[in-house]
Nanobody
């Protein structure tokens, strides 16, 4: 499976970005998808996930600000990020779960995108 993430960049606090992740090489709709982020010196954490059935998970730190969605016809998952804060600054990775579930630890994910940098200036 190949995952291609895009959409990162530099934005001012309070602004918005939309990340995209296009997948190829597997029946995308059968699996959970997750967006992780990793800030310098910190571990990689799941910030948003969507199970194959469409149910979602959000970390408390992003609830109400981030929205994950997927277009199975395009094999693409999105992360809409609104009201961005400086603490959202990190490298964001999309990942394909090996199961229909997205709420799994990062070590359980087997397929990762290359990461896209999001920088929020205060």
């Amino acid at each position: 499976v190949q995952l291609q993430a895009s959409g990162g960049g530099l934005v001012q606090a309070g602004g918005s970005l939309r990340l995209s992740c296009a997948a190829s090489g597997r029946t995308f709709s059968r699996y959970g998808m997750g967006w992780f982020r990793q800030a310098p010196g910190k571990e990689r954490v799941l910030v948003a996930g969507m199970n194959s059935g469409g149910s979602t998970y959000y970390a408390d730190s992003v609830k109400g600000r981030f929205t994950i969605s997927r277009d199975n016809a395009k094999n693409t998952v999105y992360l809409q990020m609104n009201s961005l804060k400086s603490e959202d600054t990190a490298i964001y990775y999309c990942a394909l779960s090996p199961s229909p579930w997205a709420t799994m630890p990062s070590r359980a994910y087997t397929d990762w995108g290359q990461g896209t940098q999001v920088t929020v200036s205060s």
